[in-house]
């Protein structure tokens, strides 16, 4: 599965809609998906290794969208 000319919401819809939870384990899940996401988006998460399907969605739809995470330990002041 790629996402092509999907955004990145649109692709986290079609591959959790693609029947694939059930039948791969979540480090597969993750290579899958980071696999399938445009080079651009794949580029700038780089090498982060994720845990699960929805750490690698969510980078992914931060990136996609124009944000990055914040840091939520750090309270600003």
Not at 13 to 21: I, V
Request: glycine share 10%; with cysteine.
């Amino acid at each position: 599965m790629n996402q092509g000319d999907y955004s990145v919401r649109e692709y986290n819809t079609k591959f959790l809609a693609g029947g694939l939870l059930d039948i791969h384990d979540e480090g597969t899940l993750v290579k899958m998906y980071r696999e399938g996401l445009r080079e651009d988006i794949r580029s700038e998460i780089g090498t982060i290794v994720f845990s699960t399907l929805n750490e690698i969605m969510q980078e992914a739809l931060d990136v996609d969208e124009g944000g990055r995470p914040c840091d939520r330990s750090v309270s600003p002041t």
